[in-house]
């Protein structure tokens, strides 16, 4: 009967049913497909696996699909850095390109699949990406996953990430971006399916949320709820996280999907509901759309039985899965993206944008001047990690055939004319074997590339190799790796040892620090990773990484694991002596700050005021009211031999407030600067950013008003290359 009553619904002038006309809205063909559909069809696209409606020629379609640092799961495609190390950048711009070329191999690999009538999972255009949750507590076997332990930098990184895979199309969606994990989700993975994070509304609001409002502001077509509760509410059916801020509050108008099995958690490991259909219909009255399981296309249908929903409450859970759908052209013929083809996927472009992003996710924490190498006719190259490809990969990664390692990028580099010879030196966990020592001694340079792997930490089920379920036990490397750079050291006392260190999370370098000339973290750098480590140790790239998290010296400085407050953690609360501080990096060469134009509330007329080096003014206080926009900018002058970048960060002190905890320090603004090598006599170059701080920015949650506000006061904004660098600083008082 309903078949026949379609007849009745409108159709466009040429006879074609809306919603499959792509001139439409995708409001509109969603709305027309809605009344088309049984009600039983509708549960049927609520699941993660959708089976289509053969009927009305929808078909099949997986909803899960990865592409956290390139296309993941699905054969050849680019591998980019880790997001850690992306973050490591400081380059939003950059990571735009990159994620714009994740969705351009995306569009090419579906396209090729579905003409070979393959609709299968990880060849979709729907990417579970990217990871926002804030890496608070280095133990976290996932944060490498993330864009580090700052809410701003992850929020700019990520709008980027979003922007670059959902393109600019006015109509269609290159692919679309999913924020993960909503909200205050980052461990221990050992309990992650039945944890309670307890948090105040300051810490909600000021860490854990700013990050996913920021991707939701940047057009985020979905956001995925989170295994845990929060304050005692589940995230894939508690009202707080979902309807009062989500929906309510930021207007999010895209699709909640569920992390997977989540929905079962809530009945068979929080045990806050009954069974699967009381779940289901919470789930759907909370505003998900989309389950990656099956218990909402189990359960819903006895959910509507039972008058725990009603068809419209599944209406309302279908009808963004269904905007998305006609947003990506899942049902068209064609579209601005049906061309891309086998040429757009591993394509040379691609492999020259993963290799400037490894190279400039690099941090060079040491240099004794051992770098860059130079005039050297003998290189061991040694190290559990120096030939290992899940050193480049990381987690959730694709896969290439033109991987090169740290041995082949050093070896291509170095030349026919240099001796350079490997041995993989180690074993993680033995103290006493070793190889290449001998080797060691009759080399001009060794370099060891050791570290962790995505094997000792990553997601609960992957990382195997871990002591704790998939999390970190200690912040130190692997006791064999520590007793063979000390070994390499008395076979060899005065030669050169760098040391590359793999990883994606802070970690104990004190260990190696006193045998080493010069310390240089890789993170997990992708498929171009042995290419952009030789690029900057023979100086072709000037080292420009930062961290984007802190490293602690020990991890009794930090609070327990679980505990989810934010007092003593990150470099926001913590005030204790670090390792190396956020912000963190070496290059090659020195930079010197001073200011162009101070700060003021006046944006200067007749172009920036420029002050010769050391005799720009000394800035006075600036008296803002919290409309107002605070301009500056800073010139930077650099002497060194090569091209070099620094970023410029911009952090804010708050003043005290009585009953509101704030942070010592928080990050507001970054730039990344390109000074090209000076040519002339002269041993320096320069180069300058320019800043509008919006006095917003400085505001904190007021929990009894529930509500932002810019408490009035005297702040100080600190400008320098790291959270504990001083190098420019202003007073500003706000009215």
């Known amino acids: 009967m309903k078949r026949l009553l379609l007849l009745l619904l409108p159709a466009t002038a040429f006879g074609q049913n809306i919603y499959q006309d792509p001139h439409q809205t995708a409001d509109a063909r969603a709305a027309d497909l809605l009344h088309r559909l049984s009600l039983q069809e509708k549960i049927s696209l609520l699941g993660f696996v959708s089976p289509g409606v053969p009927s009305l020629s929808i078909p099949r379609y997986v909803w899960w699909n990865e592409g956290l640092h390139g296309v993941a799961r699905a054969g050849e495609a680019t591998v980019f850095p880790q997001a850690i190390g992306a973050a490591a950048t400081f380059d939003d711009g950059l990571l735009r390109h990159e994620a714009d070329a994740i969705s351009t191999e995306a569009r090419a690999k579906y396209n090729l699949s579905v003409a070979l009538g393959r609709r299968q999972q990880y060849l979709g255009l729907t990417f579970w990406s990217p990871n926002i949750n804030i890496f608070r507590d280095p133990r976290w076997g996932r944060g490498q996953e993330t864009y580090g332990e700052d809410p701003y930098l992850t929020g700019r990184m990520g709008a980027a990430f979003v922007r670059g895979i959902q393109g600019t199309d006015p109509n269609y969606l290159k692919a679309a971006a999913c924020a993960k994990h909503f909200a205050v989700h980052s461990g221990p993975e050992s309990g992650r399916h039945s944890f309670n994070a307890r948090i105040s509304g300051d810490d909600l609001r000021e860490t854990y949320l700013p990050a996913f409002h920021t991707l939701v502001d940047s057009g985020v077509e979905a956001v995925m709820c989170a295994y845990n ?22 207007g999010f108008k895209g699709h909640v999907v569920t992390d997977c099995g989540a929905l079962d958690d809530i009945w068979e490991r929080h045990k806050v509901m009954p069974d699967r259909v009381t779940v289901a219909a919470e789930a759907i009255k909370a505003s998900v759309n989309m389950d990656c399981s099956d218990l909402l296309q189990d359960e819903a249908l006895a959910a509507v039985q039972k008058g725990l929903i009603t068809e419209a409450d599944v209406d309302r859970a279908l009808t963004p899965n269904l905007r998305t759908a006609f947003r990506l052209g899942l049902y068209d013929a064609s579209g601005p993206y049906s061309g891309y083809g086998a040429d757009s996927v591993a394509n040379d472009y691609h492999r020259s944008l993963t290799r400037r992003m490894a190279a400039e996710s690099m941090v060079l924490l040491k240099n004794d001047g051992a770098l860059p190498l130079a005039g050297f006719s ?123 260190v793999t990883g994606g999370s802070a970690m104990d370098l004190s260990s190696i620090d006193p045998y080493v000339n010069a310390v240089l973290l890789a993170w997990y750098p992708g498929q171009e990773g042995g290419n952009a480590l030789a690029d900057i140790l023979f100086g072709k790239v000037s080292p420009s990484g930062h961290l984007p998290v802190t490293f602690y010296k020990s991890l009794s400085d930090l609070p327990a694991y679980d505990n989810y407050a934010m007092t003593g953690r990150t470099y926001r609360y913590f005030g204790g002596e670090v390792a190396y501080p956020f912000g963190f990096g070496l290059t090659y060469g020195k930079f010197s700050y001073e200011w162009l134009y101070t700060p003021s509330t006046k944006a200067p007329t007749g172009g920036w005021i420029a002050y010769p080096p050391s005799m720009g003014p000394r800035p006075i206080p600036v008296v803002a009211r919290p409309q107002d926009t605070i301009y500056f900018s800073v010139s930077l002058l650099h002497e060194g031999p090569t091209d070099a970048d620094e970023v410029i960060q911009v952090y804010a002190e708050y003043p005290s407030v009585t009953g509101k905890p704030m942070p010592l320090r928080e990050l507001k603004d970054f730039k990344r600067v390109h000074v090209p090598r000076k040519d002339n006599d002269t041993a320096f170059s320069g180069g300058g950013a320019v800043f509008a701080l919006p006095v917003t920015c400085l505001r904190k949650w007021d929990d009894a008003r529930h509500a932002f506000r810019v408490y009035p006061g005297k702040y100080r904004i600190v400008i320098g290359g790291n959270s504990r660098d001083e190098r420019l600083t202003a007073e500003v008082v706000v009215k």
């Open 229 to 250: 509760r929060v304050n005692d509410q589940p995230c894939c059916t508690g009202r707080t996280l979902l309807k009062d801020i989500l929906r309510n509050e930021w």
């Open 378 to 500: 003998t290189i061991l190259v040694t190290g559990s990690n120096a030939t290992n490809a899940d050193a480049l990969l990381g987690n959730y990664h694709g896969i290439s055939s033109r991987l090169v390692t740290f041995v082949e990028g050093i070896t291509a580099a170095a030349g026919p004319a240099c001796g350079v010879e490997y041995d993989p030196g180690c074993d993680p966990k033995d103290t006493v074997h070793f190889g290449g020592t001998w080797v060691a001694s009759n080399s001009d340079v060794i370099v060891a590339v050791i570290g962790l792997t995505p094997q000792v930490e990553g997601e609960e089920g992957d990382a195997f190799l871990s002591d704790a379920g998939a999390d970190r036990k200690t912040l130190g490397l692997p006791v064999g790796q520590i007793a063979f750079i000390k070994a390499l050291r008395r076979a060899a006392p005065h030669k050169r040892i760098i040391a590359v």
